[in-house]
Nanobody
Framework: QVQLVESGGGLVQAGGSLRLSCAAS????????MGWFRQAPGKEREFVAR????????YYADSVKGRFTISRDNAKNTVYLQMNSLKPEDTAVYYC?????????????WGQGTQVTVSS
């Protein structure tokens, strides 16, 4: 069992930055691939980024490529999402997830989400 708790969301102006964190419980954190998804009001949840268990592989949605960076610290059981050059369309609830495999990435666990609001 893995429990995930996100933090770091908030209100930011367009062009600004935020860093989301996801703290995981359990001693097996380093064996999971981790990912971030987001869900805007009235829209389906969409993939944002994923990272392999070692951190050596990452993959991003085209909409965030070049602006967002996913990373992890296995010693701290934490995964991060650094978000730069934020746009109003990035406004959403951001969810952390854990999966057994990097690809295909099929989440087994989800966090409760953290709200990110980007004002224009």
């Amino acid at each position: 069992q893995v429990q995930l708790v996100e933090s770091g969301g908030g209100l930011v102006q367009a062009g600004g930055s935020l860093r989301l964190s996801c703290a995981a419980s359990g001693r097996t954190f380093s064996s999971y691939a981790m990912g971030w998804f987001r869900q805007a009001p009235g829209k389906e949840r969409e993939f944002v980024a994923r990272i392999s268990w070692s951190g050596s592989r990452t993959y991003y949605a085209d909409s965030v490529k070049g602006r967002f960076t996913i990373s992890r610290d296995n010693a701290k059981n934490t995964v991060y999402l650094q978000m730069n050059s934020l746009k109003p369309e990035d406004t959403a609830v951001y969810y952390c997830s854990a999966a057994i495999t990097y690809f295909p990435f099929s989440p087994s666990y989800w966090g409760q989400g953290t709200q990110v609001t980007v004002s224009s």
